[in-house]
Nanobody, 122 residues
């Protein structure tokens, strides 16, 4: 499966953005989709994930209550709605797909999109 992330941009602190992850070339509904982010000089970190049906979601503590992950299998797309953005949310955001393993471990994800940059100004 191929993944394409989009929707990043520059936003002021307190603002909102919605990222999209569009999939092609596979049976999208069989994959668990995760969002990760990586800031310069830092390791890639887990942000959120969603089960194949959308019924189970996980969030990093740092984004819980501010970010919402959802999916539309009819459109082969996963969304990450980000609200109350903070400067520390600035990073390159990646979506990834897996069928098993640990939801918070990037090594469990076999397929990755190219990333979309989110910059939050103070």
């Amino acid at each position: 499966v191929q993944l394409q992330a989009s929707g990043g941009g520059l936003v002021q602190a307190g603002g909102s953005l919605r990222l999209s992850c569009a999939a092609s070339g596979g049976t999208f509904s069989m994959y668990i989709i995760g969002w990760f982010r990586q800031a310069p000089g830092k390791e890639r970190e887990f942000v959120a994930s969603i089960s194949w049906s959308g019924g189970i979601t996980y969030y990093a503590d740092s984004v819980k209550g501010r970010f919402t992950i959802s999916r539309d299998n009819s459109k082969n797309t996963v969304y990450l709605q980000m609200a109350s953005l903070k400067p520390e949310d600035t990073a390159n955001y990646y979506c990834a797909a897996r069928t098993g393993g640990n939801t918070r471990d990037p090594d469990s994800y076999a397929y990755w999109g190219q990333g979309t940059q989110v910059t939050v100004s103070s």
